[in-house]
């Protein structure tokens, strides 16, 4: 089912994010975070690519499995940087046989330790004219195509009103529907949410949220996420928790459990979590939300 059709149908959307597991304890944690974040029923879920193709084969493998053992709906992400053509046509027929109806078309950042290869796309909006003109899928309508959006702006472009005109023109090739990068504050996204339409741009916009669950992992989220900001409120709670590794993790739960309330009774058309493979604070926040468990019919 195309991701467009799913937003129409629901208020808000529920969707998990995975990244594919190399294997060992880490392949037995994401089994362990399928089966407990089942019961909430995600209206489709993701799988995150390793930018130059580096997981092109275990994204494959795990969105193929979730579809036919969970029965989920899942989303490939893919990266066209570094990537021909031809190579991003062949992932394409590959989805297209599986019967994977939608892909999250993403430019990707090259690898930071080594020059980037030559590849055909300078950014996702050519990713997406691809996947718009291919002709090989056998549903009507083709593949559906989701794109990203950065509420607190891309680093790449620090011209906020250019950024919205790159986003404009990621949309206008043919994107359904906009998932955000990870926020702290809500009235980022608002805002975001203002200039979008504010642009013309009528897509759906999908909010994603990424608990703290450690200090250690909200160092890397500073870092991956660039210039995502930590408002002075979290960053007091998280003091008050002193370091103890549980402490913090109940405060990550709390506020974004807050920050998903708010959301939607501000109307968001989905909630996107980064569960990082981690069942617990997904589960917990739902479990907060009293969202819904298996009781659609
Ligand atoms: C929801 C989500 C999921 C993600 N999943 C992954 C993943 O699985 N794997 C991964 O490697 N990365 C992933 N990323 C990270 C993403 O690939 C990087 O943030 C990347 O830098 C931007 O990707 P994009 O698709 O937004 O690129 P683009 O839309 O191409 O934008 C990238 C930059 O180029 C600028 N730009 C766009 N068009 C033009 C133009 N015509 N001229 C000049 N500048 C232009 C934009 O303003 C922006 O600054 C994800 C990000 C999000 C928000």
Redesign the pocket.
């Known amino acids: 089912m195309h991701i467009r059709d799913i937003l129409v149908r629901n208020e808000t959307a529920i969707s998990f994010?995975f990244f594919p597991p190399r294997g060992g304890e880490s392949s037995r944690r994401l089994s362990q975070t399928v089966a407990e974040l089942s019961v909430w029923e995600p209206d489709f879920v993701s799988v995150?690519?390793?930018?130059g193709g580096s997981t092109r084969n275990l994204t494959h493998d795990l969105v193929v499995n979730l579809k036919r053992d969970a029965g989920w709906e899942p989303i490939p992400?893919l990266?066209c940087i570094g990537h021909s053509e031809e190579e991003i046509l062949v992932i394409l027929r590959r989805y297209a046989e599986a019967g994977i109806s939608n892909l999250?078309?993403?430019?990707?950042?090259p690898p930071r330790d080594r020059g980037s290869r030559e590849g055909s796309f300078?950014?996702?909006?050519e990713l997406v004219r691809v996947i718009r003109d291919f002709r090989g899928h056998p549903a009507a309508g083709g593949f559906g195509v989701g794109?990203?959006?950065?509420p607190e702006g891309?680093?790449?472009?620090p011209n906020r009103l250019?950024?919205m005109d790159?986003?404009k023109?990621?949309v206008d090739a043919g994107a359904d529907y906009i998932?955000?990068?990870l926020f702290f504050d809500n009235r980022d996204f608002y805002d975001f949410r203002e200039r979008c339409e504010l642009a013309g741009i009528g897509v759906p916009i999908i909010a994603?949220i990424m608990p703290v669950v450690s200090i250690q992992q909200m160092q890397r989220v500073a870092d991956l996420a660039a210039g995502a900001r930590f408002p002075a409120r979290l960053l007091k709670s998280l003091a008050r928790a002193n370091g103890e590794a549980a402490a913090v993790e109940e405060v990550g739960i709390e506020y974004a459990t807050e920050q998903c309330a708010e959301l939607l009774s501000q109307g968001v058309s989905g909630l996107?979590f980064y569960t990082l493979n981690q069942p617990k604070p997904t589960r917990r926040i739902l479990e907060n939300l009293q969202l819904r468990v298996t009781t659609r019919g």
């Open positions: 994010e995150t690519y390793g930018a992400h990266t999250l078309a993403l430019r990707g950042d300078a950014n996702a909006r794109v990203a959006g950065f891309h680093p790449a472009t250019r950024e790159h986003l023109a990621k998932c955000t990068q994603g996107h």
